[in-house]
């Protein structure tokens, strides 16, 4: 799930200050100022400019007037090398400690809103919509601090960046110029704040109690005390079930209705986190004890909490210049939406998807259905039963507690050392989550990246110790690009698909770690065939959340009602397109039905790219030494994508190889 990175804090950290009017510099000030500073530097000219115009762009009136404007200009840029690193590493000091405290802070007043602690107060959501960095940015500006890193630091483009080549300093310099951008008033940050918090409790709250649930036959089908958040513990059920004969048949069915009401958003309200009445979600009606009762359709919340993200986005972006979808795309992920498109379109076009799709139809014996786009059956564990894996979990891990004491051991397990395993896992604390799960990463030397994932009251599960390797892919992927990468301000990855990487090739060995082997010859075949149908899931759902964003952007005044139809109706023709060949159905909605377009807009197009990263990351550990080569790989810090995957694997980034490895399968 989402895993939050330094950069994230920083984004939020920088953006926002007090409304003011940006001032008018007259362009003859400006060359005035170049030329002077020019004169002086001749070799620096090109930077020189970019840096004056850079301060022009984010100066407001309250900074300073014309004259204000150019003595700072004059007596800030720094010529000498040597002066700019000193500079320079001592804005990262700070920078780092001011960041960690307030990351430190905001994880605190959100506590008990994302950790299990008992039942939720409505002064824990009070604080934790606080925002203890509100009004930072504000004061670093008017300190002018920001301003002489935007004029000695300049903003570079991609293309910029990738011609650094090796030079690491140079590389460093680059990603302080990120910082200051653009400048958002603090109201707008934090109404902004306030609605990301409103989606996320939305999310993180909608549960459906399981034993209340009615099959066909008005029978209760699940275990009473069973509770799965929507969408993630949904769809973990569904994967659940694929080797139980017609038990799990029925309850991987009823769960897709429960879906579609949901998509639909005409499911009961008083069905929503709530086991006070029966519901058959065939019928879509409620009772208690035998007695039908009048329910409330949900419609239209979850469209509305979308909607409210899109507006709060929209606010920044007359602000920054540019779109949400230009700053996630472009500035976050740092690969043109167009590219990204055509990526996925590539790959849910090839004709080896519809192989893949007569497989499955002859594993299931059946016709595949919408929800078997998370069809499991290539997973070692697909054979296994997840019963028995409950109880092997629950033993090994009744608490929090047990888990964080056996981070080192899962480590020299994966290929570390005892000295290296310990050295990371004393860098990582572990949380019972309210939620799905995430990873909360360090923001700075002596705070420990938090894992969090679901522990019930008798001992965590399967798929929460599923969740919870995958969360520590993230922790791992943090405490070594936190600690070990050689400038603070190259802390990271290039974007959050490749910590997803990582935590997809952490998360793939999970039986490996509880000391199961699979010695099924066909292994990498059927690891292959998974990877593919994982990725042809996320690739088409990540394709609607960003035709999605398009059609807001296209429709700025539409309604709640509206949207939804709009979702729907796209969900449709991108089933169609993609999934209609190889299903042979049409009209399905089940790729409406991700809560991370809630919760976190545009952010599925980094568990796709992460899993096309993944698996060149797989191909390249082959034969090596998987935990010095994670260490290598991951130290690589904050680069372009294309330049990060080049020199961790020596090969761009590409589906071929993946549909290549399935034409070779032989399966």
């Known amino acids: 799930m989402k895993t939050f990175t330094l950069r994230f804090c920083m984004l939020a950290f920088f953006l926002n200050f007090a409304i ?49 404007f150019t003595s700072f200009c004059l007596e800030n840029y720094i010529s000498d090398p040597a002066e700019k690193k000193t500079v320079f590493l001592k804005i990262s000091d700070y920078m780092e400690a001011i960041n960690g405290h307030f990351s430190q802070m905001s994880q605190q007043l959100g506590w008990h809103v994302t950790i299990e602690t008992g039942p939720i107060l409505p002064i824990d959501y009070k604080f934790s919509q606080l925002s203890p960095r509100a009004h930072l940015t504000e004061d670093l500006y008017k300190s002018k601090i920001a301003f002489i890193i935007a004029l000695n630091f300049l903003k570079r483009t991609l293309q910029e960046k990738e011609a650094l080549g090796d030079d690491r300093l140079a590389w460093a310099y680059a990603r302080l110029g990120d910082w200051f951008t653009g400048r958002i008033p603090t ?15 939305y999310i993180d709250a909608y549960n459906i109690y399981m034993g209340k649930l009615f099959n066909p036959k008005g029978q209760h089908i699940f275990p009473e005390d069973m509770i799965l958040l ?50 058959n979600p065939y019928t879509n009606t409620l009772s208690k004890a035998g007695k039908t009762v009048t329910s409330t ?42 590219d990204v498109e055509k990526l996925f379109d590539q790959f849910l076009s090839a004709p080896e998807l519809k192989t893949v799709g007569n497989m499955i139809k002859k594993r299931l014996g059946r016709k595949p259905e919408a929800y078997d786009i998370w069809y499991d059956g290539f997973k070692a564990r697909a054979n296994l039963d997840e019963t028995k894996l409950d109880k092997q979990v629950r033993e090994l891990y009744p608490n929090a507690e047990a888990l964080e004491k056996d981070l080192p051991n899962i480590l020299v397990k994966l290929g570390y050392s005892p000295e290296r395993a310990n050295y990371l896992a004393e860098k990582i604390a572990v949380d ?23 522990i019930p009251a008798d001992g965590m599960n399967y798929k929460g110790y599923n969740i919870a390797i995958h969360e520590f892919g993230h922790n791992v992927e943090q405490t070594i690009s936190l600690y070990d990468v050689d400038y603070y301000m190259l802390e990271g990855v290039p974007n959050t698909s490749f910590t997803e990487a990582l935590a ?21 075949a059927l690891d292959v065939l998974d990877k593919v149908w994982s990725l ?90 998987f935990a010095s080569e994670v260490d290598r790989i991951f130290k690589l810090g904050r680069l372009t994508p294309n330049v990060w995957i080049k020199e961790a694997t020596g090969k761009p980034l590409s589906v071929e190889p993946l549909l290549e490895a399935v034409r070779k399968s032989g399966m």
């Not at 019972?432 to 679901?454: D, F, I, Y």
């Open 20 to 68: 003011a009017i940006f001032a008018e510099i007259p362009e003859n000030t400006i060359r005035s100022v170049i030329k002077e500073l020019s004169d002086k530097n001749p070799s620096e000219k090109d930077n020189i400019e970019k840096g004056v115009r850079q301060v022009v762009r984010l100066w407001q009136e309250t900074d300073g007037n014309t004259e204000v």
């Open 504 to 524: 997809f090739v952490f998360q793939k060995r999970d039986l490996e770690i509880l000391g199961i082997e699979n010695n099924d010859p066909d292994k990498e």
């Open 187 to 201: 109201e707008v940050r934090q109404q902004n704040a306030l609605v990301s918090n409103d989606a996320s409790r």
């Open 432 to 454: 019972p989550a309210r939620g799905s799960g995430h990873a909360a990463g360090a923001s700075m030397k002596g705070q420990k990246a938090r894992l969090r994932t679901r």
């Open 230 to 279: 929507c969408h993630w513990n949904l769809r973990d059920e569904i994967k659940a079930n694929y080797n139980k004969g017609k038990e799990g048949l029925e309850k991987q069915r009823t769960i897709y209705e429960v879906m579609k009401h949901i998509i639909a958003q005409d499911i009961p309200k008083e069905a929503i986190n709530s086991n006070e009445f029966d519901w």
């Open 297 to 338: 359709p949900e419609s239209p919340v979850r469209y509305q909490k979308m909607l409210n993200n899109f507006h709060a986005m929209k606010r920044v972006d007359q602000y920054m210049g540019n779109t949400y979808i230009d700053r996630k795309f472009n500035d976050d992920m740092e690969v043109a939406l167009n």
């Open 536 to 625: 042809y899931e996320i690739a088409g759902v990540s394709m609607l959340d960003i035709a999605v964003w398009k059609w807001m952007y296209a429709n700025p005044d539409a309604t709640a009602n509206e949207l939804q139809e709009a979702v729907i109706r796209l969900s449709k023709e991108i089933w169609n397109k993609y999934y209609a060949p190889v299903y042979g159905i049409r009209d399905e909605t089940v790729l409406a039905i991700y809560s991370h377009m809630i919760g976190y807009p545009l952010y599925l197009s980094a568990y796709a790219f992460g899993q096309i990263i993944e698996f060149q990351l797989e191909n390249h550990f082959k034969g090596k030494d």
